[in-house]
């Protein structure tokens, strides 16, 4: 762990978080209110928002570790937006499918979730290889 990945890191952390709460909390915030069954209410999810903090501090320096792992002298957008839509493949679109497999929850909801996630997981590979950007592995 050096300087450039801890910084990267903590970036990573709040751009994630930031994206959680528009497509979370903003553009999917209606549909998870239809199904106070199977999801927190906006207050009580306060009290676990620790937990939250802690999956995304995971989530950001997981994605920064495994993007400088197979970074390449290659143009850096081209890069992240590969690195992204190979994590949403690994991530995203499997854990969406599996939770409405598992799940009461309806068809366009999932798919909504599966494209505002996965657009937002392009941008994070953007992001993470900008960070990145002039950077050489070590």
């Known amino acids: 762990m050096n300087k450039k990945f801890i910084i990267s890191t903590l970036i990573m952390f709040v751009v994630w978080m930031v994206g959680g ?3 979370h909390g903003v553009l999917l915030g209606a549909d998870y209110a239809k199904l106070p069954s199977l999801y927190r209410t906006e207050t009580d ?13 995971f989530l ?14 290659k143009p850096w957008l081209n890069q992240g937006l590969r690195f992204g839509f190979v994590v949403a493949l690994l991530t995203i679109v499997p854990t969406y499918m599996i939770y409405y497999a598992v ?5 366009m909801m999932v798919v909504k979730q599966i494209i505002f ?14 960070l990145y950007r002039n950077h050489q592995r070590n």
């Open 21 to 23: 709460i528009v497509v």
């Open 45 to 57: 999810s306060m009290q676990y928002l620790p937990f939250n903090f802690l999956a995304h501090l």
């Open 117 to 130: 996630d996965g657009i937002w997981t392009l941008l994070l590979g953007a992001v993470v290889a900008f």
């Open 103 to 107: 799940q009461p929850l309806p068809g």
């Open 60 to 73: 950001a320096g997981a994605f920064v570790w495994i993007y400088t792992r197979g970074m390449e002298a």
